[in-house]
Nanobody, 121 residues
Framework: QVHLVESGGGLVQSGESLRLSCAGT????????VGWYRQAPGKQRETVAT???????NYASSVKGRFSIFRDKVKNAVYLQMNSLKPEDTAVYFC???????????????WGQGTQVTVSS
């Protein structure tokens, strides 16, 4: 069972930045495609960004150009740099890791606690 821990969320104003961190055990984050997801109140969880083993990235259109996903193999961590935050970015953010298809679709049965991001206008 994958065990990942998200951190770095908080309350910021519109236009500010945050960096989220995802920590995992073993080589789960270096040997798999990893993804960041978010779920706003009353909405379904959506895929925000993914990063493959070969460092190819994919972003939701709503965050493209503002968010960046990257990996630190030494620290065994994955990050989501979020710039120019907007109120509509407010959500609980989760990370997960697995096969390419599964990560792109967010098709996981196990999720961590997530980290809350709140952007005020």
């Amino acid at each position: 069972q994958v065990h990942l821990v998200e951190s770095g969320g908080g309350l910021v104003q519109s236009g500010e930045s945050l960096r989220l961190s995802c920590a995992g055990t073993g080589r789960i984050l270096s040997d798999n495609t990893v993804g960041w997801y978010r779920q706003a109140p009353g909405k379904q969880r959506e895929t925000v960004a993914t990063l493959t083993i070969s460092d190819s990235t994919n972003y939701a259109s709503s965050v493209k150009g503002r968010f960046s996903i990257f990996r630190d193999k030494v620290k065994n961590a994955v990050y989501l740099q979020m710039n120019s935050l907007k109120p509509e970015d407010t959500a609980v953010y989760f990370c997960n890791a697995g096969t390419l298809w599964r990560t792109l679709k967010g098709n996981f049965t196990s999720w961590g606690q997530g980290t809350q991001v709140t952007v005020s206008s």
